[in-house]
């Protein structure tokens, strides 16, 4: 009886430890606001911007602007960042309120889809890092929901779902001690 009891107050310790490192693993994401206080507008200068950024992996990129007055569309490469070229889009976004998540190392392309603005310099340019870098966002604030399982913690954050399953490893190790 009393082995059961020790048992059990190792698997509510080692439970509480998963939970504590995927929240603090998920509070850890920064979210930039694009453009700093002035959003995503023409008259921003999107370079000076982002030279004062870090974005890692597992942040967010928020696009705020007018609905109907601006748009965001991600392009495919650099070529077609440079020349403004559309018709190479990923995807495209026009709600004024857009969350893009970077889920990987690298460097993503965004232009606004309004005739002539990408041409005005209504443009930027991402390159993400690693997610051990400090993040350093303008703007910033913590996502407020939990991933409920494995699966959407690594969605949420990749590498995640590893961390998860070497816990589970650990406490199954833990019960076979005992």
Not at 147 to 168: D, I, K, N, Q, W
Request: overall charge neutral; glycine content about 8%; aromatic content about 6%.
């Amino acid at each position: 009886m009393k082995m059961e009891g020790v048992r059990r107050a190792v698997l509510v310790l080692l439970v509480a430890c998963c939970v504590t490192l995927v929240i603090t693993r998920q509070a850890s994401a920064a979210q930039h606001v694009v453009g700093g206080s002035q959003g995503w507008d023409e008259s921003t200068d999107f370079d000076s911007w982002t030279s004062a950024q870090t974005f890692k992996v597992g942040d967010q990129l928020m696009f705020k602007y007018s609905q109907g007055l601006h748009s965001v569309v991600e392009l495919a490469g650099e070529a077609a960042y440079k020349n403004c070229d559309l018709g190479t889009s990923v995807n495209s976004l026009s709600t004024g309120n857009d969350v893009v998540k970077l889920d990987k190392p690298g460097t993503r392309y965004f232009a606004c889809g309004t005739l002539g603005h990408c041409g005005q310099g209504m443009k930027v340019k991402v390159t993400t890092v690693a997610g051990n870098a400090p993040s350093t966002p303008a703007s910033s604030s913590s996502s407020s929901s939990s991933p409920a399982s494995a699966s959407a913690a690594s969605s949420e954050f990749p590498g995640s779902a590893s961390l998860v399953s070497l816990m589970v490893l650990v406490i199954l190790c833990a019960f076979s001690v005992f």
